[in-house]
Nanobody
Framework: QVQLVESGGGLVQAGDSLRLSCAASGRTFSSYVMAWVRQAPGKERESVAAIRWSNGNTYYADSVKGRFTISRDNAKNTVYLQMNSLKTEDTAVYYC?????????????????WGQGTQVTVSS
């Protein structure tokens, strides 16, 4: 199936911005939901943003709403996560994920394909 490769993580200060990219290759589906999922050490994975390939509709977790923006570039088969006003609590490994929609858009149960993850560290 689809292969996903994230990039763009790094170490930033609180209040800074960062843009993550996820390049997809291999077989893709127009019906896929693409998402950014984060996981801090010792914590459960959390879907922070999702986008439908088919129509571009976006969805956000309350914790990032108003600060993060997910977008797509169909020609490049790439999904982005623009993160503004970063907080220390945003520190986590961020994964790009993809899957066919079978549950609520933000449900982790949708996702069969995962990237390797990229570390985002926000210092105070």
């Amino acid at each position: 199936q689809v292969q996903l490769v994230e990039s763009g993580g790094g170490l930033v200060q609180a209040g800074d911005s960062l843009r993550l990219s996820c390049a997809a290759s291999g077989r893709t589906f127009s019906s896929y939901v693409m998402a950014w999922v984060r996981q801090a050490p010792g914590k459960e994975r959390e879907s922070v943003a999702a986008i439908r390939w088919s129509n571009g509709n976006t969805y956000y977790a309350d914790s990032v709403k108003g600060r993060f923006t997910i977008s797509r570039d169909n020609a490049k088969n790439t999904v982005y996560l623009q993160m503004n006003s970063l907080k220390t609590e945003d520190t986590a490994v961020y994964y790009c994920a993809a899957g066919q929609t079978a549950y609520g858009v933000m449900s982790l149960r949708n996702y069969d394909a995962w990237g390797q993850g990229t570390q985002v560290t926000v210092s105070s």
